[in-house]
């Protein structure tokens, strides 16, 4: 699985095997994509396991916000 930074030159390259439950992570750049990508899993476990249906997304000229629930319970992107 790859990830890529679209506003740097960040990227992230994890190796899934069958049958093993650790993988092999290679990752560079200005921001550890995969650590961003690991702590939401870990947020998103914490909270329950939401499904999609309970996730906001408000879109102003001047940021981006998701929200679980209500958009008062937000987070920046």
């Not at 921001?31 to 997304?57: C, K, T």
Request: net charge negative.
């Amino acid at each position: 699985m790859w990830f890529y930074g679209l506003t740097d030159r960040s990227w992230a390259c994890v190796m899934f095997r069958d049958g093993r439950a650790e993988a092999t992570v290679w990752q560079s750049g200005p921001r550890r994509l995969w650590d961003e990508v690991s702590a939401a899993l870990d947020w998103w476990r914490a909270a329950g396991e939401p499904g999609y249906e309970r996730f906001g997304l408000t879109v102003t000229a001047d940021e981006q916000r998701a929200w679980l629930d209500h958009p008062k319970n937000t987070w920046s992107l």
